[in-house]
Nanobody, 125 residues
Framework: QVHLVESGGGSVQTGGSLTLSCAAS????????MAWFRQASGKEREGIAV???????TYADSSKGRFTISKDGVRNTLTLRMDSLKPEDTAVYYC???????????????????WGQGTQVTVSS
């Protein structure tokens, strides 16, 4: 069982930056595929970015050019650097992990086995 713990959320003003982290523990014998999702109040959970076990990254249009996903492959620690934040980025951000790469299915929340508890990001105008 993989246990995920997110940290780094908080409140910032428009144009500010935040870095989220997700520490994975438990079953980590293989390199994990990991992703960031977010869920705004009253909306569905949305895929933000994914990094496969081979290091390949993919971004949603909403995060491309502003967010950067990275992973420490040895410790399976996931990071999301968020720049140029907008009020519409306000959401609870979740880390997801799986032992299998998801390829095009990465944006589907049900495709992921393990989830963190989430961390709140609030961007004020």
């Amino acid at each position: 069982q993989v246990h995920l713990v997110e940290s780094g959320g908080g409140s910032v003003q428009t144009g500010g930056s935040l870095t989220l982290s997700c520490a994975a523990s438990g079953y980590t014998r293989s390199t994990l595929s990991m992703a960031w999702f977010r869920q705004a109040s009253g909306k569905e959970r949305e895929g933000i970015a994914v990094i496969d076990s081979d290091g390949r990254t993919t971004y949603a249009d909403s995060s491309k050019g502003r967010f950067t996903i990275s992973k420490d492959g040895v410790r399976n620690t996931l990071t999301l650097r968020m720049d140029s934040l907008k009020p519409e980025d306000t959401a609870v951000y979740y880390c997801a992990a799986d032992t299998q790469n998801k390829r095009r299915l990465w944006v589907v929340p049900d495709a992921w086995t393990h989830w963190g508890q989430g961390t709140q990001v609030t961007v004020s105008s």
